[in-house]
């Protein structure tokens, strides 16, 4: 039988802008009306139709769903599917590890009420990091754009994160040495397989006082601001051991104005 556009893409549950696409790929080759120019199609197009949308729900693409069902033995049709499933298993395993880390994030800001302004002693795990500012200054290297933009795209692993320097003179009065940069988690760049480069530090675990603190959104890392970790420090008779770093966990903007959330560990 003929079908008309209309009347087949109502009986196989499609829509017309489909046939049409499906017709561009040569899946189904509906006989023209040289007269009035409308496609009619047959019953060995519903055939190719059903078998195509068999294959695509596999999430095989169109273009080599169109070579299987125009032209392909059966060893193809076994491979493309077989290459469908190590598709997908990939897929899940990149949302499983993506679900982990967003639970891990949502945990994190969910206990940050807990941390605000308190101090409490953690266990900071080794991480990767480059170095992209000194103060607020941005730095121009080529080396280190290219790493920073395969960095972006490794979202929400990678965070915004600070580190200052020469914290023998951090308890006096004299400006913070600081610089502003990416960074990873080293557990997660063995999960993600990330290489590195010389353009990428690594930071050691650590035994930090950590603490979480809110920031206008333009103001400056200064000593002020985490001054009673440094009190808490001296209370407790610990004593700095290395570069204090910290990363921006989220910011929140409230009635037109923006706070930065900060977690500060120092290092002990």
């Known amino acids: 039988m003929k079908y008309s556009i209309g009347e087949f893409a109502s009986i196989l549950g499609v829509t017309a802008d ?25 019953d060995l197009d519903a055939r190719n139709l059903l078998s195509s949308r068999w294959y695509r729900s596999m999430q095989i693409p169109l273009q080599d769903v169109a070579e299987l069902v125009n032209n392909a033995p059966s060893e193809r049709v076994v491979d493309t599917i077989a290459a469908a499933q190590l598709q997908l298993e990939a897929e899940i395993k990149r949302s499983a590890m ?14 940050m009420g807990e941390s605000l302004y308190k ?27 290219r790493t920073a933009q395969a960095w972006m795209e490794l979202l929400p692993y990678t965070f915004y994160s600070f580190r200052i320097e020469n914290t023998a ?20 760049q063995q999960k993600l397989g990330v290489c590195l480069n010389d353009s990428i530090e690594y930071l050691r675990p650590a035994t930090c006082i950590t603490s979480v603190i809110v920031s206008s959104y333009d103001e400056y890392i200064c ?32 009635s037109g104005q923006n706070k930065t959330y900060l977690e500060i560990n120092i290092p002990v």
């Not at 993506?98 to 206990?111: Q, R, V």
């Not at 953690?122 to 170095?131: A, C, F, H, L, S």
């Not at 951090?170 to 997660?188: F, I």
């Open 18 to 42: 489909t046939l049409r696409l499906y017709e561009k790929h040569d899946i189904i080759r509906p006989m023209k009306d040289h007269h009035n120019n409308y496609r009619y199609f047959n």
């Open 98 to 111: 993506l679900l982990d880390k967003i639970s891990e994030i949502h945990t994190e800001l969910g206990n």
């Open 119 to 145: 101090c409490r002693i953690k266990q900071v795990p080794g991480m990767y990091r480059i170095q992209q500012t000194h103060k607020n200054n941005l730095i121009q290297k080529t080396c280190l754009k």
């Open 223 to 254: 000593r002020d601001s985490f001054a009673f970790m440094l009190d808490y420090a001296e209370e407790q008779g610990y004593s700095i051991k290395g570069d204090i770093i910290g990363k921006i966990l989220f910011t929140e903007r409230v």
């Open 169 to 188: 003179h951090v308890s006096g009065s004299s400006e913070l040495d600081y610089n502003w940069g990416l960074a990873l988690l080293e557990t997660d």
